[in-house]
């Protein structure tokens, strides 16, 4: 049962949380919150302006020598105490998303809110777990250590895929090492994260150590990246704006983390499992309707699988049933704007001038003609310098090129800019290695394609980025190793002054 609420109510003192406080933002400019399903307006907010930034970066700053102080141990009790508060409010968590994202009830209920509660539970543990390399005498006259540190005020950039766990990656190792936030989401999701930050506060967690901004890109995001107070940029996003960012934060010498675009091989060697291929790349490519970075995109196929690859994945494509999110049924949701599924059915067009589009390739007429939808779609025989091959479409669209020698499947499976993610489809583990250790990408899965997990490092090679989200290899971006070096001598004239004051 969904338990719907007005959320123009929820929310009604604004779409900025600083210090500890709903507020509204100072920009001028009002904002609406759509859902996508019906495109009716579900909220209107202000937007921050830049002054509202540097009040929430502030409020962070202030927070930040107290939390840092707390014990590993007190930083754990709070965020085991934040994991209860989300697992509490789940379904209030599952409705917003899906509200602001089109998402199916299910995917929000079993996927984004259970994976959120997890990854915090996983950072109150892992908070316990920071340490740095042993102590020793590496000079012989020396004794050194390494301190792990918090850095200061992170601030961070999310886009609208899935509003709460990116808020819940960004926040989570940050303020687990000991660091204090400001997040700003996408301006079109921004509920769900301002949620996440009110759930730390009723958990304990002190006022302004996460905060939220939701403003516009060009102006708030530019100036939370390049604000002299601000430590470290953390940005998920398009790897075009990546750029953007990674100029405003080398020029103001920021520590940098960037989740960029993907465009995620899924090869299919000839000795695999063709019933699991298929039904692998149908659930690899329409999750979160296809706008998920690490989503199947290209299923390159051995030839001897080509045909029954195409024509099983067609058939499975045409029995995935679009229709309102809030009905548990419902597989597969709207895309996230109008202007998203115009985009996605761009590529779509022009790539009938030279590809055959096999599944899909329109928006359903009907009851769900006023809603962001499209249709599953498989596109093949598309060449591999065409741009449904290369570009990141973000939509549920699979592209699907046959190849001859395992040698060429990997070469195909490394020919874009991008390296989020991958996958190897097949059942021998001379193959399986072979992939795994060829293929250029941030992770590689065997025989499956999208399972994330809180233990497990997820970022990207190449122009999908780089540094991780989740597991203990987040800490190495959300934390700063000093050498502590102390003289075990005790004496005046040390041996290597001898290159100052010679013999004397
Ligand atoms: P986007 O790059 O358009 O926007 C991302 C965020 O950046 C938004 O909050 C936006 O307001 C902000 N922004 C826009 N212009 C900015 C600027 N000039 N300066 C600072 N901030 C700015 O991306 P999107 O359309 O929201 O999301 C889709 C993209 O995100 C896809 O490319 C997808 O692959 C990527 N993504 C990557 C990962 C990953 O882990 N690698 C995860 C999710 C999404």
Redesign the pocket.
């Known amino acids: 049962m969904v338990n719907r609420f007005p959320v123009q109510d929820r929310f009604a003192d604004g779409a900025q949380y600083i210090g500890g406080r709903l507020r509204a933002g100072t920009s001028g400019r009002r904002h609406a919150v759509v859902d996508p399903a019906t495109g009716e307006k579900v909220y209107e907010y202000e937007l921050a302006s830049t002054a509202d930034v540097d009040a929430a970066v502030a409020a962070a700053r202030e927070a930040f020598p107290g939390w840092a102080a707390t014990t590993p141990g007190e930083r754990s009790d709070a965020m085991h105490r934040f994991a209860a508060v989300l697992a509490e409010q789940a379904d209030d968590f599952a409705y917003v998303e899906s509200l602001q994202c089109g998402k199916p009830i299910k995917l929000s209920t079993e996927f984004d809110v259970p994976g959120s509660v997890d990854n915090t539970a996983f950072f109150a543990g892992a908070a316990r777990h920071l340490e740095g390399k042993s102590a020793g005498e590496y000079s012989g006259d020396h004794t050194s250590y390494v301190r792990r540190e918090p850095i200061g005020v992170v601030g961070s ?6 509003p709460l766990q ?1 808020a819940a990656w960004k926040v989570l190792p940050a303020i687990a090492a000991g660091n204090t936030i400001v997040l ?4 079109i999701t921004p509920l769900t994260s301002i949620m996440f930050a009110q759930a730390a506060k009723e958990a304990g967690i002190p006022d302004g150590v996460v905060n939220i901004v939701t403003g ?3 102006d708030v ?2 100036h939370l ?1 390049g604000h002299p107070d601000v430590v470290m940029t953390s ?8 750029k ?2 990674a100029e405003i934060a080398t020029s103001t010498v920021k520590r940098l983390h960037l ?4 465009k995620a091989p899924f090869v299919v060697f000839d000795d695999a499992d063709l019933e699991a291929a298929v039904h692998g790349a149908v659930a690899g490519s329409l999750i979160n309707t296809g706008q998920d ?1 690490t989503a199947a995109t290209r299923a390159y196929v051995q030839r001897p699988l080509y045909d029954a690859f195409v024509a099983g994945v067609a058939e499975l494509m045409d029995g995935v049933r679009l229709g309102d999110p809030f009905d548990p049924s419902t597989d597969l949701g709207p895309l996230i704007s109008h202007a998203q599924r115009d985009r996605v059915a761009g590529f779509v067009e022009r790539a009938r001038a030279y590809a055959r589009v096999v599944a899909g390739g329109e928006a359903p007429g009907g009851d769900l003609a006023k809603g962001a939808y499209y249709r599953p779609t498989l596109v093949a025989d598309a060449p591999q310098d065409s741009e449904i091959v290369q570009a ?1 479409i ?1 939509g549920p669209v699979l592209v699907v090129l046959p190849f001859d020698t395992d040698e060429e499947g990997i070469a195909l499976a490394n020919d874009t800019p991008y390296g ?1 993610a991958a996958s190897a489809w097949t059942r021998d583990v001379f193959r399986a290695n072979r992939a795994t250790r060829e293929i250029k990408a941030g992770c590689v899965w065997v025989n499956d394609h999208i399972p994330i997990i809180s233990e497990m490092p ?3 090679y190449k122009a ?2 780089f540094g991780k ?1 989740m597991s203990a290899y987040s800490f190495e971006e959300y934390t700063q190793v000093k050498h502590v070096m102390y003289d075990n001598t005790a004496v005046a004239r040390k041996d290597w002054h001898r290159t100052i004051f010679g013999d004397r």
């Open positions: 950039i999310a886009p609208w895929n899935y990116m700003k989401p996408a301006e516009a890109g060009k995001g530019e990246v940005f998920t996003g398009s790897t075009a704006v990546g953007r960012v989740e960029l675009g993907g970075c990141e973000f989020l997820h970022g990207g999908s980025g989200d």
